[in-house]
């Protein structure tokens, strides 16, 4: 970078420099980046633009620009992601969380309180990653016990960490779906798993494809691998859970609704779309 440039100036450096590249959302991704470099947000990063770049930063925004500009995704770079209001630390080994899933958090609330109006459920996560489900269920309703599962140990690293830094309790296990939960009573289900047919996969956009974990993506050659053996799975546990709560992919819905009515357990069963109209959860 050319010295003795100002804050603006870089910016609009950085963001030509990605868009060349054929980078998506340059000016976003470049904005996010130098505000999380600077540690400097929104007004005040705006009242700073006239000022020349510090050199303690120099370092770090270049790095961040070259990652950037192979392609990482920007929640990797800046080390978290916001999720229902609150900061998750995420790292490669978890998927980066999803605003949809925001609205299968508020799905389980809403229902749970219905459900349970002053009792104490137990509420299971399974394929917890980052642990954004976990937490937020037990940092908005204290009352609630919560266990999450994860097959891979670093992911459930990064999640323990998350639930320390939310003041929260989550029994975490490691293991495949609902196998660690053997005997165990769980009133309430959730689960955004890996559902992306194991052949689309390829067809991803780069920066989801190359960086993001390929166990929180493959649902296996139809998708629906992970709903299958849940399903199979729920004998496992001391009795069926109450109320479950899936996210799914565009084009899954029926048949994840199928497979919970064919366990007989389930009869008021509702689909619920995201914000896009995508029929995404099944509740
Ligand atoms: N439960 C985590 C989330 O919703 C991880 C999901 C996954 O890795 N498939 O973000």
Known sequence: ????????????EASSF?????????????????????GLEGAAFFAAMADP?????????????????AGEPAQYIMGWQEFYGR??????????????????????????????????????????????I????????PNWQLTAVDISSAALAVAAK?????????????????????????????SNPPYIPAGEIAGLQP????????????????GLAPYRIMMAQLQLLAAPPRLVGFELGQGQARDVADMLAATGFYDEIEIVPDLAGIERHVV
């Open 53 to 69: 770049f510090p050199a303690s930063g120099m370092v770090r925004w270049q790095d961040a620009i070259r990652r950037k500009a």
């Open 207 to 222: 920066e989801v494809r190359d960086h993001e974990p390929r166990t929180a993506l493959d649902g296996g050659p139809d």
């Open 134 to 141: 976990a937490v937020t269920l037990a940092a908005e309703r």
């Open 18 to 38: 990605l868009a060349g590249l054929g980078v998506l959302e340059p000016q976003h991704n470049a904005r996010l980046l130098l505000e999380h470099v600077l």
């Open 1 to 12: 970078m050319t010295p003795n440039r100002s804050i603006r100036e870089a910016l609009t």
């Open 87 to 132: 900061p998750f630390q995420v790292t490669p080994a978890v998927l980066i969380p999803r605003p949809e899933t925001e609205l299968l958090v508020e799905a389980v609330l809403r229902r749970g309180d219905q459900l349970w109006p002053d009792g104490a459920p137990r509420a299971a996560d399974i394929g917890t990653g980052s642990g954004v």
């Open 162 to 190: 998350n639930a320390a830094a939310a003041g929260t309790a989550v029994d975490f296990r490691e293991g495949d779906l609902l196998s660690p939960l053997a005997g165990l009573e769980v009133d309430i289900l959730v």
